[in-house]
């Protein structure tokens, strides 16, 4: 049997390293929320220059239209004005080439319990996520649950209704 005095001192021993871990995790902590921080910024900035381009991509097809319009208001040989349709059209298909397509509901950004979400294969249906384990989700909608792949998940349309509770 040891003596009280050994241990105390390997029970200070032990409380000195977990005070070092916490310490660690605690430095961690701070370290990665301001990563998080960063990160949104980066995100928002993205944003901000993405809005930005698309205006000054709307801005430029503007122009073009407008120029178009003033060459077939001038009377403008039908050479030139097939030209300009053609043109129109190429700059109608590249500012649509990058622009989300609208038929298609977006994917959540993230997923979290509690969000309503859709699945690909039920659309029209708005499920709940119960539970979130790495690409897999757990979504519910009363008593039914089902799992399914983060990549099926769709954001719920503005047109679905949410479910009915029970009285």
Do not use: Y
Not at 57 to 69: G, H, N, P, S, Y
Not at 152 to 163: F, G, N
């Amino acid at each position: 049997m040891r003596s009280l005095a050994e241990q105390r001192a390997a029970l200070q021993a032990r409380l000195d390293e977990v005070e070092q871990e916490r310490a660690r995790l605690a430095d961690d902590t701070v370290r990665l929320e301001q990563r998080l921080a960063e990160v949104h910024a980066e995100a928002q900035r993205m944003r901000r220059e993405g809005k930005r381009a698309f205006a000054e991509e709307l801005m430029a097809a503007r122009r073009e239209v407008a120029k178009a319009i003033e060459a077939a208001k001038g009377g403008a040989d039908a050479r030139t004005l097939n030209a300009t349709s053609h043109q129109l059209q190429e700059l109608d298909q590249r500012t649509l080439a990058g622009a989300p397509d609208p038929g298609e509901p977006a994917r959540p950004a993230t997923v979290s319990v509690g969000d309503a979400v859709e699945v690909e294969l039920l659309p029209g249906t708005r499920l709940t996520v119960a539970e979130v384990d790495g690409d897999d989700i757990v979504l519910a909608r009363g008593a039914v649950k089902m799992r399914v792949k983060r990549e099926a998940l769709r954001a719920p349309s503005t047109e679905t209704k949410p479910p009915k509770k029970r009285k």
